[in-house]
Each structure stands twice: as C-alpha cells, then as structure tokens.
C-alpha cells in the first residue's frame, strides 16, 4: 500500500459522500421544484429516517420547510446529465422538470412529485426540525417507497467533488460471511 500524505480536510467528502446523488423533489403551493442532493444518510430502520442536509440558500430549503415534506428520486447514471444540469440552476428561475425532460408524477401521500425516470422514489415527511436552524438537517421519515424492480442494483451515481462523479461498481455477494440475524435487517 503506498504511503499516505497530509491532504486538505475541506476535500475529504471526496472520499466521504454517504451514498448516491439523489433528486429531491418538493411542492408549495402551485410552484414544483427539483434539486441534486448528496448529503444524505440513513438513520433508523423502523421507523424509515433519512437525514438530508439542504442549504437555506436552496430554493428547495423554503419550499420544503413550508410543506413539511419531499420525494427522495433515485437516479441512474442514465440520468448524469440531467442530474447535473438539476445542480447547477435554480428552481426560482426555471422549471427544472421541464428543462432537463423530467416527467413529474403524483405521489401516493404527499404533494411533491415522483420523478417516472428515476428508478426509486421515496415519499417523505419531516419527522423532526430540530436541527434544520442550527445545521440545514433534515431529518424526514419515508412513508411510501416505490422501487423499480430491475435491476436490483442500478449502477447510482455517486458525487467526489470538483465535478467528478464514481458510478456504483461491480456487485459483491458476502451473504455468507453474515450472522443470519445480521440479514435479517435488510
């Protein structure tokens, strides 16, 4: 293994981002918006809490703490260019729905939309604000999940920084090497 050096602290989400770039869907009113989204983690199991950081200077923060809710949309790699064109506008100037070919889709519990080209989408209300003054986090409970059954991995697009996405990688198997009760969680 090669030696490690010193490296700049303000860069080490390059190796720390916690999972795949998400587009996060949200309603206020009549106005639909969509934002890129990778400062995201689970955080319980039952019930199903994800925390999702959300600058205040998103216009995607106000509309989503005015309603109090959000679609989590899971997109493929399929999706790059669109996912980085959703980052690199605002929602207060452009639909980004129609600008980048997102079709938007009713949602079974709350106002947000589904995004139909994403293969997942999870239906989400804020479970606690908390840390929302403090921090810009969000802590939102899925309510409804829906989930394209192929492929059961989708090759996700993961986000290091400095323009440059890692897509999801080979599939390793090590269900064996697991305490039985340990898979019972999944």
Do not use: Q
Request: glycine share 6%; proline share 6%.
């Amino acid at each position: 293994m090669t030696a490690k050096r010193d490296f700049p602290v303000h860069k080490a989400r390059r190796y720390l981002e916690p999972g795949p770039v998400v587009l996060v869907t949200s309603r206020w009113r009549d106005k639909a918006n969509v934002m890129a989204l990778g400062w995201h983690t689970v955080m319980e199991f039952s019930p199903s809490l994800v925390g999702c950081v959300i600058s205040v200077g998103n216009h995607s923060f106000h509309m989503i703490r005015k309603s109090g809710e959000c679609v989590i949309n899971l997109p493929t790699a399929t999706l790059i260019d669109a996912v980085v064109g959703v980052g690199n506008c605002s929602g207060a100037e452009v639909d980004k729905f129609e600008r980048f070919g997102l079709t938007p889709e009713d949602a079974s519990d709350v106002k947000a939309p589904l995004i139909k080209e994403c293969h997942a989408s999870f239906e989400c209300r804020l479970h606690d604000d908390s840390l929302i003054d403090k921090y810009n986090f969000f802590i939102f409970e899925i309510v409804r999940a829906h989930v394209a059954p192929t492929p059961k991995h989708p090759e996700t697009i993961h986000y290091t920084g400095g323009g440059v996405f890692v897509l999801a990688g080979d599939v390793v198997d090590k269900r064996a090497s697991f305490r039985p009760e340990m898979l019972s969680l999944d």
